[in-house]
């Protein structure tokens, strides 16, 4: 049964930095995706960044030189740096995978398959 567990939230000043895991077991094959989606209250859902079984990176232009994603194969984790953090970016945050074939800006775009729990990150001014 596919799992994605995320660690590493919690509450930081504006301008602060976290790092979110998310240990992914359970798969039988590389996902062609993984990315790292949020949603703050009264809000939509949207994606943050995401990676391709490449390596290729997208990310949305809100945190375009703030965050950076990135993964191990070996260690089946994916991670996301978030630095200058703004209250903004407050918001439940979502690992996701998928085993579906995409590549490039469709795994930002394209609603994952599989989905952590979530863990929040709280911002504050």
Request: with cysteine; aromatic share 12%; charged share 20%.
């Amino acid at each position: 049964q596919v799992q994605l567990v995320e660690s590493g939230g919690g509450s930081v000043q504006a301008g602060g930095s976290l790092r979110l895991s998310c240990a992914a077991s359970g798969y039988t094959y590389r996902p062609f995706c993984m990315g790292w989606f949020r949603q703050a209250p009264g809000q939509e859902r949207e994606g943050v960044a995401a990676i391709d079984r490449a390596g290729r990176t997208s990310y949305a232009d809100s945190v375009k030189g703030r965050f950076t994603i990135s993964k191990d194969n070996a260690k089946n984790a994916l991670y996301l740096q978030m630095s200058s953090l703004k209250p903004g970016d407050t918001a439940m945050y979502y690992c996701a995978a998928d085993g579906r074939f995409a590549y490039g800006d469709t795994c930002l775009y394209r609603t994952p398959a599989d989905w952590g729990q979530g863990i929040q990150v709280t911002v504050s001014s």
